[in-house]
Antibody, heavy 120, light 110 residues
Framework: EVQLVESGGGLVQPGRSLKLSCAAS????????MAWVRQAPKKGLEWVAT????????YYPDSVKGRFTISRDNAKSSLYLQMNSLKSEDTATYYC?????????????WGQGVMVTVSS | DIVLTQSPALAVSLGQRATISCKTN??????????MHWYQQKPGQQPKLLIY???NLASGIPARFSGRGSGTDFTLTIDPVEADDTATYYC?????????FGGGTKLELK
């Protein structure tokens, strides 16, 4: 059974940093592109970052480019999101998600999400 | 960025057909595939993939769910609707970066 379990969320002040983790199991982690998708309270879904199977390629929307860094450790089947210079508009539930197939395709499995609140 | 537009809400009766639409401002077809996908999200839960590449049923999804469309116009159909289908449904395109989502359609029962 595919499982994605996020951790590392919490309350953080504007301008500070936070690192999210996602532990994957039930599939060969190194074979899949992985992503982070967020959802602000009572709002829709927003893609945040994608990383290739080896980690050599990463993709971000303009809203987080230069502030967020996605990475992975295939030996530990783990995905990470380093978030720097956090803003109040980054407040959201962050989901770890697996891309279906190679490339930035659909997201076929999602974690339960972790809440990040940016507030002073 | 490709913009996806969905109606905010839809109310249907149990056992009837629900048709949820998603329109894009750019063509999301490429080499014979339509890069449109559909998700279901229930309150307090993570999204679940229902349909990928416009019309392909994801693993474990009942055949009551179906998708169709091409180019810029897509639909998700639930027939017949069951009580457990009350949720918000999102479309998502992966034709271009960044992947973008529609605003969601909340399905309610009459």
């Amino acid at each position: 059974e595919v499982q994605l379990v996020e951790s590392g969320g919490g309350l953080v002040q504007p301008g500070r940093s936070l690192k999210l983790s996602c532990a994957a199991s039930g599939f060969t982690f190194s074979n899949y592109y992985m992503a982070w998708v967020r959802q602000a309270p009572k709002k829709g879904l927003e893609w945040v970052a994608t990383i290739s199977t080896s980690g050599s390629r990463t993709y971000y929307p303009d809203s987080v480019k230069g502030r967020f860094t996605i990475s992975r450790d295939n030996a530990k089947s783990s995905l990470y999101l380093q978030m720097n210079s956090l803003k109040s508009e980054d407040t959201a539930t962050y989901y770890c998600a697996r891309h279906r197939g190679i490339g930035t395709t659909s997201f076929d499995y999602w974690g339960q999400g972790v809440m990040v609140t940016v507030s002073s | 960025d490709i913009v996806l537009t969905q109606s905010p809400a839809l109310a249907v009766s149990l056992g009837q057909r629900a048709t949820i639409s998603c329109k894009t401002n750019q063509n999301v077809d490429y080499y014979g595939n339509s890069y449109m996908h559909w998700y279901q999200q229930k309150p307090g839960q993570q999204p679940k993939l229902l349909i990928y590449l416009a019309s392909n049923l994801a693993s474990g999804i009942p055949a009551r769910f179906s998708g169709r469309g091409s180019g810029t116009d897509f639909t998700l159909t639930i027939d017949p609707v069951e009580a457990d289908d009350t949720a918000t449904y999102y479309c998502q395109q992966s034709r271009n970066l960044p992947p973008t989502f529609g605003g969601g359609t909340k399905l309610e029962l009459k």
